[in-house]
């Protein structure tokens, strides 16, 4: 694994995190009374994108660990995802002709 596979995996490992955490623990303005002229009353009453990111970077970083060491362990390859044989090397192996 190269120096920019790790990071394209960190970042779609964050992303996905973000993903799950944007929502939990969310209060929206309609719920806490104090609706904002002009906004809608489902919008967050206090969004706090900052700790989310720290939230979500430290849910994410080990998870990228941990995928990074199965990539480079070779504990789960592609050979072992391929159910249906499409990726066997004699398929499409054509240094005979």
Same mark, same amino acid.
């Given at each position: 694994?190269?120096?920019?596979? +790790?990071?394209?995996?960190?970042? $779609? /490992? ?5 993903? *799950?955490? &944007?929502? =939990? ?23 706090? +994108?900052?700790?989310?990111?720290? $939230? /979500? ?5 080990? *998870?990228? &660990?941990? =995928? ?30």
């Amino acid at each position: 694994m190269g120096i920019t596979s +790790a990071l394209v995996l960190l970042a $779609i /490992t964050w992303f996905m995190v973000l993903l *799950i955490i &944007l929502p =939990l623990r969310n209060t929206s303005q309609g719920e806490a009374g104090r609706i904002v002229p002009g906004t809608h009353a489902s919008a967050p009453d206090d969004f706090r +994108a900052g700790r989310k990111a720290w $939230i /979500t970077t430290l849910i994410a970083v080990p *998870i990228w &660990l941990v =995928l990074v060491a199965v990539i480079l362990s070779g504990w789960i390859t592609l050979d072992d995802i391929d159910i249906f044989d499409r990726y066997a090397p004699d398929r499409y192996d054509h240094s005979d002709r």
